[in-house]
């Protein structure tokens, strides 16, 4: 463990040792000068960022609390007034009644007026007798309420509760044609006192507008928005200030803050939209209804943004002038090697066109002078690669065409021996005089390049040759324009593609067959098609054969003939040119030959 402590300032060494000079220089400035500094600036920045974050939570967590009370004993004394009619007889009487006389409803008339004055935000009081008739009390300013629309609703709800009171949670009501009102409400179950059976029930509608009331001191105190969710999550009220999270009310955001609480009170940092917030929240014990304080944190650091921008601005001058003092000596002190250092990624890209000129005689100067005689002697060694590149190339030529001769004359000398067997002398003698016309071409004539009309005359006195042993075996049609045929192209490239197509396609066909030579250009390509109508091959077959050319790879399975006109046509005309085959069983092959760029110089005719 000591030594790995002790390891680690070399460590360190060496990495400042390997960096470039103009960055060692501006990391020592930076270090001693601004490094100090800013950790200093940051420490201070982020004490009074805490402790101005730390005093809003507080308040507003007060500010949270107190509202949540004022909220539970407005809530508990409408839930009080629920009870009246248990204390009143002459209501008892009326709930029990079946008919709605004149008495009746002067008795329910004053009850209502009673509790509609309780509250200044009551928008409406309903008492629902045994058979379902409803009366009602209303705030000024309502002509007209809908409760056979919320009756259903109503029994559910108590129903529920049983004897106890229910709040329900913020909701909208039909007052006067074409009128909408946003309420929560209270209600209960009246109980005959006698016989403790259900004889009607009462509900409150307060208006929404109450929680503005005890919301804006709390707003005005947090610089926040105050959010009040009932126990299922729906929202009861809710700023809709600029800086709200609930503009538009949106209750998605109102689910993303109910996420985060956990226990009767607390407070976290949450991002909703574009914008960070402070969020502080207590749980009501009674209605299980939350409230929430938002507070935009931008608004929180206000009286911080002064200090802290102060000093950033003296933080980044600090570091920018121990910049432009490290950059301008570094600057100085590393030109030459800057220069060096360009000139050898140029050198790195391929161009050895390059000179440095030292100005002075120290040490960079005189690595400038090696860097020079090096490039001298690295353009003398590549040229002398390239030569013997090109003296491989033609020798490896040579020698792949060098193979062809004794292919082809093998065959020939098949077809003699065989012929001489029948002695059949006329014929040995033709076919000796066509053998002496391809080891003429082939042989005596040494030149590598020969003009397209001269290889297909090969081609023809090859056919010419294997009639004798196959008598009306093959029919040969060239079709190969006449702009064509002077142009200079690789000796023996045709006849060893023929002389496959005649072993390996039309011999062990049934009947004669047809081998034909075209050929046009395409693309800035010559190419040529030698194809038959012979027995094909299956798609496997082809397939290995196709990647054999590709590859360049030596496979016994398919002999030299394809493989070396392949190769002689890439290491002449480059590896865009080449061999690719098709075929399909008992419908022929066709070889495609494509050859780049072929010279449009008139060989010798």
Wanted: some cysteine; charged content about 20%; glycine content about 6%.
């Amino acid at each position: 463990m000591v030594s790995y402590i002790l390891r680690i300032p070399r460590r360190l060494w060496l990495f400042l040792a390997n960096l470039p000079m103009e960055r060692k220089l501006i990391v020592v400035f930076i270090f001693v000068l601004s490094l100090p500094i800013t950790y200093v600036s940051y420490l201070s920045s982020r004490s009074t960022f805490h402790s101005v974050l730390q005093s809003s939570t507080k308040s507003a967590g007060q500010m949270a609390g107190s509202a949540s009370d004022t909220i539970d004993r407005y809530i508990a004394d409408l839930k009080r007034y629920t009870a009246l009619p248990l204390y009143n007889t002459d209501v008892q009487f009326y709930l029990e009644q079946q008919n709605a006389d004149w008495e009746k409803n002067t008795s329910m008339s004053m009850f209502l007026s009673y509790l509609i004055h309780t509250k200044e935000e009551m928008t409406a009081v309903y008492l629902v007798d045994k058979y379902g008739y409803v009366f009602y009390d209303r705030a000024p300013g309502i002509n007209e309420l809908f409760p056979a629309e919320r009756m259903a609703q109503w029994r559910s709800l108590t129903e529920e509760a049983g004897v106890a009171p229910v709040v329900q949670g913020r909701h909208t009501i039909r007052v006067n044609p074409g009128e909408q009102r946003e309420v929560f409400s209270v209600m209960r179950t009246v109980s005959s006192v006698s016989m403790l059976k259900p004889i009607g029930m009462i509900i409150f509608d307060i208006d929404i507008k109450l929680f503005k009331g005890i919301a804006d001191p709390v707003n005005a105190v947090t610089q926040g928005n105050t959010i009040i969710v009932d126990e299922s999550g729906g929202l009861v009220y809710g700023s809709e200030a600029e800086d709200s999270p609930l503009i538009d009310k949106d209750t998605q955001n109102v689910s993303l803050l109910l996420q985060k609480t956990a226990g009767p009170e607390g407070n976290f940092q949450i991002r909703l939209g574009a914008q960070d917030y402070l969020a502080v929240y207590t749980v009501s014990q009674q209605t299980g209804w939350t409230t929430l304080v938002t507070i935009p944190l931008e608004r929180i650091l206000t009286p911080v943004q002064k200090t802290r921008n102060t000093l950033i601005l003296t933080t980044l001058a600090i570091v920018a002038f121990a910049l432009v003092v490290a950059t301008f000596i570094s600057h100085a002190l590393t030109k030459p090697l800057k220069s060096l250092v360009r000139l050898m990624k140029q050198v790195q890209h391929g161009n050895l066109d390059v000179w440095l000129s030292p100005k002075y005689n120290d040490e960079i100067g005189m690595i400038g002078s090696h860097f020079n005689r090096m490039i001298i002697r690295v353009k003398d060694l590549l040229q002398e690669v390239s030569l013997t590149e090109k003296r491989k190339q033609k020798a490896d030529m040579r020698a792949l065409q060098n193979q062809i001769n004794p292919h082809f004359i093998y065959n020939t000398l098949e077809s003699i021996r065989m012929l001489a067997e029948g002695s059949d002398e006329p014929r040995v003698a033709e076919l000796t005089y066509l053998l002496g016309l391809q080891m003429r071409y082939g042989i005596v004539r040494s030149e590598e390049m020969v003009t397209i009309r001269h290889e297909l005359d090969h081609v023809r006195n090859y056919l010419n040759l294997l009639q004798i042993r196959f008598p009306d075996k093959f029919r040969l049609d060239i079709n190969v324009p006449e702009e064509l045929l002077p142009l200079p192209v690789l000796k023996l490239v045709f006849q060893p593609v023929v002389e496959n197509a005649v072993f390996h396609g039309l011999e062990a066909k049934d009947g004669p067959g047809t081998l034909s030579i075209t050929a046009w250009s395409e693309d800035g390509k010559t190419v040529f098609c030698v194809e038959d109508d012979g027995i094909g091959m299956d798609a496997e077959t082809l397939r290995l054969l196709n990647s054999n050319l590709l590859n360049s790879s030596d496979s016994e399975k398919f002999g030299i003939g394809l493989r070396n006109v392949n190769e002689r046509l890439r290491l002449h005309y480059g590896s865009s040119s080449g061999l690719q085959v098709h075929s399909e069983p008992e419908r022929g092959t066709r070889v495609i030959l494509r050859i780049e760029d072929l010279p449009d110089e008139r060989g010798g005719e």
